[in-house]
């Protein structure tokens, strides 16, 4: 999964291959377990067909007192809410709604941005916008998980009933030499960090029903925490079912401010076979 937070990115850093570490702790049992699970979640992306949604994002920035952001985007003036996608910083919380067409075709996806708080937006990319903006619910959060290379250690949590359904939960923890790149703009730095979370899976279909992250920073680093929450539900897509996202949060917090963002994805439908995609450059803004 991707992020990019103003001209702040977080990208998965792909490193030379190493097989997923199993943690000695778990039985031989759990083992075949995890195997099946991996399995699965990297057959995920091979299965899903070409398909349009609409994502919906909900950014909140709440201003948590202490320095003035490292991140570009946010002053100390009062709320600017007449700009589309400008954050600017007052004395209370500011907020805005992004609407987007998405569509994901030939295992890629493609934004397009059509309303912002309401209002038509023209010309605007994805990666545009003052603020946090992720990318890549559909397919890397789970490889970058069970991917052979992502040094990932697993261990068994716990099985659970969750709204009726059997789960099993797995903790994981990947290390910093197989983290995440974590680049900040101003000042210019960047990491390699770490991070860890917790993987729910359906006990009958071995389908991966959430996944939790966060991102081990320094303490010195300007972004202080990186969490994400993606949900998956079975969702229809011309007559056939798939597991799909239908909900993901990002939370961040730098010195001064925490952005929240809320996305929902709804009106799965059939990509048509007649429809043109342009595709933006995959560089992230700079």
């Not at 570009?72 to 600017?80: K, L, Q, R, Y």
């Not at 589309?84 to 987007?100: C, H, I, K, Q």
Request: charged share 25%.
């Amino acid at each position: 999964m991707k992020l990019y937070i103003f001209i702040a990115v977080l990208l998965l850093a792909r490193t030379t291959a190493r097989i997923v570490a199993d943690n000695p702790e778990m039985t031989a049992d759990q083992l075949r377990l995890l195997e099946a699970i991996r399995a699965s979640a990297l057959k995920y992306t091979q299965k899903l067909p070409d398909f349009i949604c609409t994502q919906t994002t909900h950014r909140q920035v709440s201003y948590l007192g202490g320095y003035d952001s490292g991140l570009a985007g946010v002053s100390t003036s009062s709320p600017n809410l007449n700009v589309p996608g400008t954050f600017n910083r007052g004395s209370a919380d500011v907020s805005d709604v992004l609407e987007e067409k998405l569509t994901y075709f030939s295992k890629r996806e493609h934004y397009e941005v059509l309303t912002v708080n309401g209002l038509k937006a023209t010309g605007k990319d994805h990666r545009s916008f003052q603020g946090a903006i992720s990318a890549g619910e559909f397919g890397s959060a789970l490889s970058d998980i069970f991917d052979s290379q992502s040094g990932a250690v697993f261990s068994w949590n716990k099985t659970e009933d969750i709204h009726g359904t059997r789960a099993y939960v797995l903790e994981f923890r990947v290390p910093k030499t197989y983290g995440m790149l974590v680049i900040h703009s101003n000042p210019d730095r960047q990491i390699i960090a770490g991070y860890e979370g917790r993987v729910i899976v359906n006990a009958d279909t071995l389908e991966v029903l959430q996944i939790k992250r966060r991102v081990e920073l320094p303490p010195d680093f300007p972004i202080h925490m990186i969490e994400t929450n993606v949900e998956y539900r079975p969702i229809e897509i011309a007559g056939k079912q798939y597991i799909l996202p239908f909900h993901c949060e990002v939370r961040l917090k730098d010195n001064s401010n925490l952005y929240v963002n809320r996305i929902d994805f709804r009106n799965y439908h059939k990509f048509a076979a007649d429809s043109t995609i342009h595709y933006d450059s995959d560089t992230p803004p700079q």
